[in-house]
């Protein structure tokens, strides 16, 4: 995964769509992701004036609960941006994970991410290539998924307790990566959104 993210954004570089006036990036317009439900074009939104609202907008919300998460949640763990999530949506190899409850999943989530709920998650390694033994999981680091692992934003503990959790059940640090600004900073950027309202 260290070296996904420029590998894929130099892929995306050549087949970069037509440039609006908010891109991605100043060479990437906007980038297309399979989904279970076919492709998605991911772009930025194209008004210039607009604004986040509903629950995103909200930036005082009390603690324990909505506390601010640390950088990375758990040594050997690296804490990535925007530019690294699209990259690992184009990478077979990497799968993007929104750890939230279905309730804020249902919300809108990233294109082309799957929903595995942090309070889950570690009784489902199974699904990301995992054998179960008596203790918890046999993750195989050759062969199991690089994970991308987000949840609301830098004040959500789900994804971090969900990064923990698997970590503990035998899923190697050195595989998952945490968007740590999640859906807030995702929506702030005016980044398309799946599902939702």
């Known amino acids: 995964m260290r070296h996904l993210a420029s590998a894929a954004l130099i892929a995306l570089v050549g087949g970069a ?9 100043r060479a990437i317009a906007s980038v297309t992701v399979e989904t ?18 509903g629950d995103f907008a909200r930036i005082a919300r009390p603690c324990p ?12 763990v690296r804490t990535v941006g925007e530019l690294d999530v699209l990259a690992a949506l184009q990478d077979p190899a990497a799968l993007v994970v ?5 309730p804020d999943w249902e919300t809108g989530t990233i294109p082309g991410a799957i929903n595995m709920p942090y309070t889950e998650m570690a009784d489902r390694l199974h699904e990301l290539g995992c054998e179960q033994d008596f203790d918890g999981y046999l993750c195989d680091p050759e062969t199991v998924p690089s994970l991308v692992m987000f949840c609301n934003g830098p004040w959500c503990g789900q994804s971090p307790e969900a990064i923990r959790r698997i970590i503990k059940a035998g899923y190697p640090a050195d ?3 945490y968007y740590r600004w999640g859906m807030q900073g995702w929506r702030m950027l005016g980044l398309t959104v799946a599902g939702g309202s």
């Open 17 to 25: 769509a037509a440039a609006g006036e908010v891109n991605i990036t």
């Open 36 to 53: 279970q439900g076919g492709a998605v074009e991911i772009t930025r939104n194209q008004d210039t004036a607009a604004v986040i609202e």
């Open 65 to 76: 609960e909505f506390c601010i998460q640390p950088m990375t949640p758990v040594d050997g």
């Open 98 to 102: 929104d750890g939230r409850v279905r």
């Open 175 to 177: 595989k998952i990566s």
